[in-house]
């Protein structure tokens, strides 16, 4: 068996049996499409020199959103990047970008994952996976 592969058997066993549970815990386009447009607007509100963190009702929507906020300060804030460092401006082009990409997945393709889908299947680097801890479930 392929290494790596048992963490997807796995899961393909347990989604046979109780397909209802996996649809209400797996991370959604329109929750990552929700936390980036939080993410603008905390950038758009920090640009006006206030700090403040936007929030939703959803603690999923909430965690990607500042996942992605503490990405963007770790390039924007790390003084020894020097050049590396971003403006608050190009963090919003970045994350306008991706929220672009997201609506287009979302607009052409049923599957509430297709993005997910996509990222995984297209860039393999950008998904981490975790060992052992919890983690958001991305299935294809």
Known sequence: MKEGTEPYIRRAELYSKNPEIFAKIELKNEEIAEALELVLKTLDTEKKGILYEYRAESGVVNEVALQVLNVI????????????????????????????????????????????????????????????????????
Not at 118 to 123: E, G, K, T
């Open 73 to 140: 300060r770790e390039y924007k804030d790390m003084t020894e990047l020097r050049r590396g460092r971003i403006t608050l401006d190009y963090a919003k082009e970045v994350v306008e970008e991706f929220l672009k990409e997201i609506k287009f997945y979302m607009e052409i393709e049923k599957n509430p994952q297709s993005y997910l889908i996509h990222m995984a299947r297209y860039h393999p680097e950008r998904v981490e996976t975790r060992q052992g801890g919890g983690s958001l479930i991305i299935s294809s």
